[in-house]
């Protein structure tokens, strides 16, 4: 039993739209409350869908994660290798999503699919571990790696102080979290702009990179496999930073609805993505090798900048800034992503109403972004990146992989079922394996970060029975679900907006 949307009162000059009619407002549509039928409309053309998973997959993952490859592989032809795997990895993985989203035509990505093909219990779980860990230890991540960046010009001499790095990313997170709260239209200006300054971070490492090789810096290559022998409980590690890099693939499917003409944008533009991706991911790995040796790329805190010192002179100043720039890009279009996720779990009743609700007049999922600036904070504090990288990783491969382990079963149990993009048995076969592979392993290689991530996640199993089958609350507990409900209306009415005009909403139902 799923409980149903909760239809929630708001007048038409109210601020915070809920759903309507048993409809959730649009994200960012214009309709006046009850006057029309509030839909996501469908502007997401190829080059849309194209710039939307390129510029999410791009960002700090290929400047934090080469370090984290090359220390558990133990060489750098094994680290190339485990770069271009992960590259083709992460094609069968966009591949399967391809054909899950042109097949299954509803936003939400993993959680949409999880649902359609195990039910609501794995998918509440899914989402849940979304809000709880994968969100805010992702963006948490990515901050880390903006902050280090962008102090990296004024500690050149010297280590950064690590109290200084989460001082100033706290600050970012909190520039993310007000922007994305305050105006849809500003995000997106930003995004476009950002996404211009990941494709330049990367075309100043890559081009002095060709320039080297051109002139016979090879020596770094030489017995490239030569060195401390990958081991089983590295490779996983190495495999979840890699795959990390190009996490992103899968944002498209987050916003189906909105896509063009799906059955043809939809693998054009992953296909399109990750070869260009990929193709630069390599080249960006082979640049750093023509000028950094195994030994000093371990020993950088920030590789980019090492590379950029030793090439670009005084030029080299402006990497450290492209690249915090381009981390910045990830965070905000993280963020700005997650709320499709939370718009479509509300949808199906899997989270609080509250959750879903968007400011009628900035069209911006405010109390989703304020409920998860907390847990990014708490995120941040506790934790260093790498651990956080493999905290995040567990949970989202696992439920990655099993999506695409749902695809297996849809051919079996649905043959019928409508297919405009079909990808061989194979690829979501040995995809969905390496992420179960990965994960796994990884229980044994980092027991400590991942063995968090597997009992928060285990929680959503009582979660879900407490908050959706379980019909019979006690009557203090729906109070105080409507008095936090309304409260949170308040809230925003006080310090948000002006002169609101918000009617008393029913009881939330969590």
């Known amino acids: 039993m799923v409980r149903k949307p909760v239809v929630s009162t708001i007048s038409s000059g109210g601020y915070l739209q809920g759903n309507v009619n048993g409809k959730l407002p649009s994200l960012g549509g214009k309709e006046p409350p009850g006057q029309e039928k509030v839909v996501l409309k469908k502007k997401i053309t190829l080059l849309r869908g194209i710039s939307i998973i390129i510029g999410t997959i791009i960002g700090a993952g290929i400047f ?43 936003s939400g990505g993993h959680y949409t699919y999880i649902l359609e093909v195990f039910g609501p219990l794995p998918a509440f779980v899914r989402v849940w571990v979304e809000l709880l860990i994968v969100r805010p230890a992702a963006t948490a991540v990515i901050s880390l790696a903006f902050g280090r960046y962008i102090l990296e010009p004024l500690f050149i001499q010297c280590e950064i102080p690590e109290l200084a790095i989460k001082l100033v990313t706290a600050v970012g997170i909190t520039v993310v979290m007000v922007l994305n709260s305050m105006s849809v239209s500003w995000s997106t200006r930003i995004q476009i702009f950002l996404t211009f300054c990941k494709l330049t971070a990367i075309l100043i490492i890559i081009v002095p990179g060709v320039m080297q090789l051109i002139k016979g810096q090879t020596q770094h290559f030489k017995d490239a496999f030569s060195g401390r022998d990958a081991s089983i409980m590295g490779l996983p590690l190495a495999f979840y930073y890699g795959m990390y890099a190009y996490a992103g693939w899968f944002y498209l499917n987050f916003v189906t609805e909105e896509v063009e003409n799906p059955e043809k944008t939809v693998p054009l533009a992953i296909c399109i993505s990750m070869a260009v991706v990929t193709v630069g991911y390599v080249l960006t790995n082979v640049a750093y090798f023509t000028t950094i040796s195994a030994e000093e790329l371990l020993l950088s805190n920030a590789v980019a900048v090492t590379f950029s010192e030793r090439l670009l002179g005084n030029f080299s100043l402006a990497v450290p800034i492209f690249v915090a720039l381009s981390c910045f890009g990830s965070m905000n279009g ?17 989270l609080p109403e509250l959750l879903s609700m968007i400011h009628v007049r900035k069209h911006t999922p405010l109390p989703g972004v304020i409920v998860l600036y907390p847990l990014t904070m708490i995120m ?34 649905r043959p019928d079922m409508h297919r405009p993009f079909k990808v061989p048995l194979f690829i979501p076969a040995l995809f969905s394996f390496t992420c179960f592979f ?9 027991p400590f970060s991942t063995g968090i991530g597997f009992i928060i996640t285990l929680t959503g199993v009582p979660a879900y029975y407490l908050f959706i089958i379980w019909d019979k609350k006690p009557k203090w507990f729906r109070r105080m679900s409507g008095k936090t409900f309304t409260q949170f209306q308040d809230l925003l009415r006080d310090h948000v907006v002006e002169n609101p005009s918000i009617c008393t909403p029913t009881p939330l139902k969590v």
């Open 64 to 106: 934090i994660s080469p370090k984290g490859v090359l220390q558990n592989t133990g060489s750098v032809g094994m680290s190339l290798v485990i770069w271009t795997v992960c590259g083709v990895l992460s094609l069968f993985g966009a591949l399967s999503y391809a054909e899950l989203g042109t097949s299954i035509k509803k």
């Open 334 to 350: 993280g963020v700005f992503a997650v709320s499709r996720l939370f718009y479509v779990a509300s949808r199906e009743g899997h």
């Open 380 to 413: 941040l504090f506790s934790g260093n990146l790498y651990s956080l990288l493999n905290f995040l990783s567990f949970a989202r491969w696992l439920f990655i992989g099993l999506a695409v382990a749902g695809l297996i079963y849809l051919r079996y149990k």
């Open 438 to 446: 990965m994960v796994a392993l990884s229980l044994y290689s980092d």
